[in-house]
Protein backbone atom coordinates (compact mmCIF):
# COMPACT_ATOMS: atom_id res chain seq x y z
CA UNK A 1 0.00 0.00 0.00
CA UNK A 2 1.28 3.73 -0.45
CA UNK A 3 3.27 5.59 2.50
CA UNK A 4 1.15 8.48 3.36
CA UNK A 5 2.40 11.61 5.24
CA UNK A 6 0.43 14.18 7.15
CA UNK A 7 2.58 17.81 8.48
CA UNK A 8 1.78 18.75 11.27
CA UNK A 9 1.49 15.64 13.03
CA UNK A 10 0.27 17.88 15.69
CA UNK A 11 -0.05 21.66 16.65
CA UNK A 12 -1.64 23.69 19.27
CA UNK A 13 -3.57 26.70 17.81
CA UNK A 14 -4.72 30.39 19.39
CA UNK A 15 -8.91 30.23 18.80
CA UNK A 16 -9.05 32.84 15.70
CA UNK A 17 -6.46 31.68 13.55
CA UNK A 18 -6.03 28.83 10.78
CA UNK A 19 -4.07 26.36 10.40
CA UNK A 20 -3.26 24.43 6.93
CA UNK A 21 -2.39 20.58 7.36
CA UNK A 22 -0.79 18.34 4.04
CA UNK A 23 -0.88 14.88 3.26
CA UNK A 24 1.26 13.19 0.68
CA UNK A 25 1.53 10.30 -0.60
CA UNK A 26 4.20 8.28 -2.72
CA UNK A 27 2.67 7.26 -5.33
CA UNK A 28 -0.42 8.01 -7.42
CA UNK A 29 -3.88 7.70 -6.11
CA UNK A 30 -7.41 7.95 -7.46
CA UNK A 31 -9.15 9.21 -4.34
CA UNK A 32 -7.91 11.40 -1.22
CA UNK A 33 -10.48 12.09 2.04
CA UNK A 34 -10.46 13.78 4.78
CA UNK A 35 -11.79 12.44 7.63
CA UNK A 36 -12.24 14.23 11.69
CA UNK A 37 -11.80 11.82 14.76
CA UNK A 38 -13.27 14.59 17.79
CA UNK A 39 -11.93 13.06 21.12
CA UNK A 40 -12.97 9.88 22.19
CA UNK A 41 -14.76 9.99 18.81
CA UNK A 42 -14.86 7.59 15.81
CA UNK A 43 -14.46 8.95 12.35
CA UNK A 44 -16.94 11.49 10.36
CA UNK A 45 -15.65 12.04 6.71
CA UNK A 46 -15.27 16.43 6.46
CA UNK A 47 -14.82 16.35 1.89
CA UNK A 48 -13.56 13.93 -0.95
CA UNK A 49 -10.93 16.42 -2.06
CA UNK A 50 -11.09 16.08 -6.20
CA UNK A 51 -7.95 16.90 -8.76
CA UNK A 52 -8.36 19.63 -9.97
CA UNK A 53 -12.06 20.95 -9.32
CA UNK A 54 -13.45 21.88 -6.06
CA UNK A 55 -13.77 19.58 -2.88
CA UNK A 56 -17.10 17.53 -2.53
CA UNK A 57 -18.06 18.26 1.24
CA UNK A 58 -20.38 16.13 3.54
CA UNK A 59 -23.62 17.20 5.30
CA UNK A 60 -22.78 19.48 8.12
CA UNK A 61 -19.12 20.79 6.69
CA UNK A 62 -19.18 24.04 4.09
CA UNK A 63 -15.66 24.93 1.87
CA UNK A 64 -15.44 28.91 3.96
CA UNK A 65 -14.36 26.66 7.23
CA UNK A 66 -12.86 24.00 5.44
CA UNK A 67 -10.95 25.15 2.95
CA UNK A 68 -9.42 21.72 0.66
CA UNK A 69 -6.82 21.53 -2.21
CA UNK A 70 -5.85 19.09 -4.57
CA UNK A 71 -3.76 20.41 -7.29
CA UNK A 72 -2.33 16.43 -8.08
CA UNK A 73 -2.40 13.26 -7.72
CA UNK A 74 -0.28 13.03 -4.58
CA UNK A 75 -0.90 15.63 -2.34
CA UNK A 76 -3.48 17.46 -0.83
CA UNK A 77 -4.18 20.44 1.70
CA UNK A 78 -7.03 20.81 4.48
CA UNK A 79 -7.04 24.50 5.80
CA UNK A 80 -9.28 24.69 9.24
CA UNK A 81 -10.05 27.92 9.41
CA UNK A 82 -10.67 30.52 12.15
CA UNK A 83 -10.63 27.96 14.74
CA UNK A 84 -11.92 27.79 18.16
CA UNK A 85 -11.85 25.01 20.92
CA UNK A 86 -14.46 22.67 18.95
CA UNK A 87 -11.67 22.41 15.86
CA UNK A 88 -9.74 20.43 18.76
CA UNK A 89 -10.04 16.94 16.79
CA UNK A 90 -7.46 14.80 14.99
CA UNK A 91 -7.79 15.26 11.50
CA UNK A 92 -6.85 12.14 9.38
CA UNK A 93 -6.38 11.76 5.91
CA UNK A 94 -6.83 8.63 3.55
CA UNK A 95 -6.51 7.41 0.14
CA UNK A 96 -8.04 5.02 -1.97
CA UNK A 97 -5.92 3.62 -5.05
CA UNK A 98 -7.25 1.45 -8.23
CA UNK A 99 -9.49 -0.26 -5.23
CA UNK A 100 -11.79 2.40 -4.58
CA UNK A 101 -13.67 1.01 -1.65
CA UNK A 102 -10.64 0.58 0.05
CA UNK A 103 -9.18 3.37 2.09
CA UNK A 104 -5.47 3.74 4.20
CA UNK A 105 -5.04 6.30 6.24
CA UNK A 106 -2.21 8.51 7.23
CA UNK A 107 -0.75 9.04 10.96
CA UNK A 108 -3.49 11.91 11.33
CA UNK A 109 -2.87 15.43 13.03
CA UNK A 110 -3.69 16.21 16.56
CA UNK A 111 -5.27 19.64 16.26
CA UNK A 112 -5.67 21.69 19.80
CA UNK A 113 -7.18 25.11 20.05
CA UNK A 114 -7.11 26.88 22.84
CA UNK B 1 -28.52 5.78 4.98
CA UNK B 2 -25.94 3.25 6.60
CA UNK B 3 -24.99 2.68 10.05
CA UNK B 4 -22.93 0.73 11.96
CA UNK B 5 -22.91 -0.18 15.73
CA UNK B 6 -20.60 -1.84 17.89
CA UNK B 7 -22.03 -2.78 21.42
CA UNK B 8 -18.58 -3.12 23.17
CA UNK B 9 -17.09 -0.27 24.54
CA UNK B 10 -14.47 -1.80 26.05
CA UNK B 11 -13.21 -5.65 26.17
CA UNK B 12 -10.14 -6.97 27.37
CA UNK B 13 -8.07 -10.36 26.90
CA UNK B 14 -5.53 -12.11 28.21
CA UNK B 15 -2.36 -12.35 26.40
CA UNK B 16 -2.30 -16.18 23.64
CA UNK B 17 -6.19 -16.07 24.14
CA UNK B 18 -9.02 -15.11 21.48
CA UNK B 19 -11.63 -12.59 21.62
CA UNK B 20 -14.15 -11.80 19.70
CA UNK B 21 -15.56 -7.98 18.65
CA UNK B 22 -18.76 -7.93 17.51
CA UNK B 23 -20.43 -5.16 14.89
CA UNK B 24 -23.65 -4.89 13.37
CA UNK B 25 -24.54 -2.50 10.30
CA UNK B 26 -27.62 -1.66 8.42
CA UNK B 27 -28.15 -0.95 4.59
CA UNK B 28 -30.28 -1.39 2.23
CA UNK B 29 -27.54 -1.71 -0.95
CA UNK B 30 -26.99 -5.08 -1.89
CA UNK B 31 -22.63 -4.28 -3.01
CA UNK B 32 -20.85 -3.31 -0.40
CA UNK B 33 -17.61 -3.69 1.72
CA UNK B 34 -16.58 -4.53 5.44
CA UNK B 35 -13.71 -3.55 7.16
CA UNK B 36 -11.99 -3.63 10.55
CA UNK B 37 -9.68 -0.80 11.10
CA UNK B 38 -7.28 -0.47 14.68
CA UNK B 39 -5.83 2.61 15.67
CA UNK B 40 -3.41 1.84 18.54
CA UNK B 41 -2.38 4.71 20.70
CA UNK B 42 0.05 5.98 17.94
CA UNK B 43 -3.63 7.03 16.25
CA UNK B 44 -2.34 5.60 13.03
CA UNK B 45 -5.55 4.05 11.37
CA UNK B 46 -4.77 0.55 10.29
CA UNK B 47 -6.36 -1.53 7.65
CA UNK B 48 -6.90 -4.93 9.44
CA UNK B 49 -9.00 -6.78 7.57
CA UNK B 50 -11.79 -6.77 4.12
CA UNK B 51 -15.05 -8.30 3.12
CA UNK B 52 -17.18 -7.94 0.21
CA UNK B 53 -20.49 -8.50 0.62
CA UNK B 54 -21.30 -10.61 -2.21
CA UNK B 55 -18.26 -13.28 -0.97
CA UNK B 56 -19.67 -16.08 1.51
CA UNK B 57 -16.78 -17.09 2.18
CA UNK B 58 -15.08 -15.71 5.90
CA UNK B 59 -11.93 -13.16 5.20
CA UNK B 60 -8.70 -14.48 6.98
CA UNK B 61 -5.55 -12.47 7.67
CA UNK B 62 -2.77 -13.79 10.03
CA UNK B 63 -4.82 -14.00 13.40
CA UNK B 64 -7.26 -12.14 12.39
CA UNK B 65 -10.91 -13.50 11.14
CA UNK B 66 -14.42 -12.24 10.50
CA UNK B 67 -17.41 -14.26 10.71
CA UNK B 68 -19.25 -12.55 8.34
CA UNK B 69 -23.52 -13.10 8.64
CA UNK B 70 -25.17 -11.14 5.43
CA UNK B 71 -28.74 -12.23 6.36
CA UNK B 72 -28.20 -10.79 10.08
CA UNK B 73 -26.10 -7.87 8.76
CA UNK B 74 -23.80 -8.97 11.19
CA UNK B 75 -19.83 -8.68 11.27
CA UNK B 76 -17.46 -9.69 13.79
CA UNK B 77 -13.63 -9.80 13.93
CA UNK B 78 -11.72 -13.23 15.67
CA UNK B 79 -8.32 -12.40 17.01
CA UNK B 80 -6.63 -15.30 17.83
CA UNK B 81 -3.59 -15.94 19.70
CA UNK B 82 -4.22 -12.40 21.32
CA UNK B 83 -0.74 -10.40 21.52
CA UNK B 84 0.18 -7.07 23.66
CA UNK B 85 0.51 -5.11 20.43
CA UNK B 86 -3.39 -5.88 19.92
CA UNK B 87 -4.13 -3.34 22.13
CA UNK B 88 -5.54 -0.76 19.94
CA UNK B 89 -9.12 0.88 19.42
CA UNK B 90 -11.23 -1.73 16.62
CA UNK B 91 -13.12 0.25 14.51
CA UNK B 92 -15.88 -1.42 12.09
CA UNK B 93 -16.56 0.12 8.90
CA UNK B 94 -18.62 0.24 5.86
CA UNK B 95 -18.17 1.33 2.32
CA UNK B 96 -20.79 1.51 -1.04
CA UNK B 97 -19.73 -1.18 -3.72
CA UNK B 98 -18.52 0.31 -7.14
CA UNK B 99 -21.93 2.05 -9.23
CA UNK B 100 -21.89 5.31 -7.02
CA UNK B 101 -19.63 8.14 -7.15
CA UNK B 102 -19.61 8.55 -2.76
CA UNK B 103 -16.92 6.34 -1.44
CA UNK B 104 -17.81 7.35 2.53
CA UNK B 105 -16.28 4.97 5.00
CA UNK B 106 -19.24 4.76 7.71
CA UNK B 107 -17.80 4.42 10.95
CA UNK B 108 -18.72 2.51 14.37
CA UNK B 109 -17.79 4.26 17.43
CA UNK B 110 -15.18 1.60 18.43
CA UNK B 111 -14.40 -0.99 20.89
CA UNK B 112 -11.10 -0.23 22.97
CA UNK B 113 -9.56 -4.04 23.25
CA UNK B 114 -7.05 -4.04 25.89
CA UNK B 115 -4.52 -7.40 25.81
CA UNK B 116 -3.48 -8.19 29.49
CA UNK B 117 0.01 -10.02 30.49
Known amino acids: SAVISQKPSRDICQRGTSLTIQCQVDSQVTMMFWYRQQPGQSLTLIAT?????????ESGFVIDKFPISRPNLTFSTLTVSNMSPEDSSIYLC???????????FGPGTRLTVL | AQTVTQSQPEMSVQEAETVTLSCTYD???????LFWYKQPPSRQMILVIRQEAYKQQNATENRFSVNFQKAAKSFSLKISDSQLGDTAMYFCAFIRGSGGSNYKLTFGKGTLLTVNP
Open chain 1, 94 to 104: SVAGQKLNEQF
Open chain 2, 27 to 33: TSESNYY
Open chain 1, 49 to 57: ANQGSEATY
